[in-house]
T-cell receptor, first 111, second 111 residues
Framework: DAGVTQSPTHLIKTRGQQVTLRCSPK?????VSWYQQALGQGPQFIFQ???????QRGNFPDRFSGHQFPNYSSELNVNALLLGDSALYLC??????????FGPGTRLTVL | GIQVEQSPPDLILQEGANSTLRCNFS?????LQWFHQNPWGQLINLFY???GTKQNGRLSATTVATERYSLLYISSSQTTDSGVYFC?????????????FGQGTRLTINP
């Protein structure tokens, strides 16, 4: 049983560019949550998707957007990248309301 | 919003020692998870524990929800236990769940 997978593993972008990160949940999971982890900090909640809808959003600007597909996989899009967007982006999947399991993350560097 | 505080922030021990990590939270929660983050950034699930005590090998966790704290015990530490340990509390808000993380405890086990 494959766990949560994310792609790409690493990404380097320049300020002002746009990026798309992808996440495939564990088999049997229907909920995907995205988190941003800055260096030396705990992960911060970005948003959660269930039934292809954004269910809740953390304190992140509209430059951060997402999507969930019918197969429960998800994308995180970040527009107009800033230096401060450099972080590890983590995807977590769960059955609705249950324990969350995390993928290996995508490390984004903005130059 | 809810505050999650972990202590100590750093802990350095010799192999074979025991340790106790603490997580305090400022409001009632629906559940609590403990994670170990390895050097590559992967968050590994340790415990999903809203209350009571659970054990898994050398690790155990206790959550006292009425007093708003949780403890993670590691016995007979091994060098592979090194890394950052996070607790995260789950809150149901506006029909969705999110995890709120503490800042982590960095554990270093020396041979």
């Amino acid at each position: 049983d494959a766990g949560v997978t994310q792609s790409p593993t690493h990404l380097i972008k320049t300020r002002g560019q746009q990026v798309t990160l992808r996440c495939s949940p564990k088999s049997g999971h229907d909920t995907v949550s995205w988190y941003q982890q800055a260096l030396g900090q705990g992960p911060q909640f970005i948003f959660q998707y269930y039934e292809e809808e954004e269910r809740q959003r953390g304190n992140f600007p509209d430059r951060f957007s997402g999507h969930q597909f019918p197969n429960y996989s998800s994308e995180l899009n970040v527009n107009a990248l800033l230096l401060g967007d450099s972080a590890l982006y983590l995807c977590a999947s769960s059955a609705w309301g249950d324990e969350q399991f995390f993928g290996p993350g995508t490390r984004l560097t903005v130059l | 919003g809810i505050q999650v505080e972990q202590s100590p922030p750093d802990l350095i021990l010799q192999e074979g020692a025991n340790s106790t990590l603490r997580c305090n939270f400022s409001d009632s929660v629906n559940n609590l998870q403990w994670f170990h983050q390895n050097p590559w950034g992967q968050l590994i699930n340790l415990f999903y524990i809203p209350s009571g005590t659970k054990q898994n090998g050398r690790l155990s966790a206790t959550t006292v929800a009425t007093e708003r704290y949780s403890l993670l015990y590691i016995s007979s530490s091994q060098t592979t236990d090194s890394g950052v340990y996070f607790c995260a509390v789950k809150r149901w808000i506006q029909g969705a769940q999110k995890l709120v993380f503490g800042q982590g405890t960095r554990l270093t086990i020396n041979p």
